[in-house]
């Protein structure tokens, strides 16, 4: 349906900024709900942010005041902002699209899944 790819992980220290984007192609991204989720080695799959077709978003608790997810649709494009990043951020972090008309918290409820980008923070 729509194929996504992310960019902008690295290896930083605690405390740095990083911002993650994730291009869209295939499909035009304002038709999409748009989240981010990550995934550290041995654990789940787990909820980040996520933005509705009406700029609308939602964070998991463990990142709100931290990082900001936005959308350009003119540049087909959603953003992560991550602010004070923690070694506990370290993860894989993927972003998805979900074609449905309820925004999701689950992997379950994601449709199109990008490969992920790396993001590593040191202590």
């Known amino acids: 349906q729509v194929q996504l790819v992310e960019s902008g992980g690295g290896l930083v220290q605690a405390g740095a900024s990083l911002r993650l984007s994730c291009a869209a192609s295939g499909r035009t991204l304002s038709r999409f709900i748009m989240g981010w989720f990550r995934q550290a080695p041995g654990k789940e799959r787990e909820f980040v942010a996520a933005i509705s077709r009406s700029a609308s978003t939602y964070y998991a608790d463990s990142v709100k005041g931290r990082f900001t997810i936005s959308r350009d649709n003119a540049k087909n494009t959603v953003y992560l902002q991550m602010n004070s990043l923690k070694p506990e951020d370290t993860a894989v972090y993927y972003c998805?699209?979900?074609?449905?008309?309820?925004?999701?918290?689950?992997?379950?409820?994601?449709?199109?899944w990008g490969k992920g980008t790396l993001v590593t923070v040191s202590s």
């Open positions: 998805a699209a979900d074609s449905g008309l309820v925004v999701h918290t689950t992997p379950e409820g994601m449709d199109d």
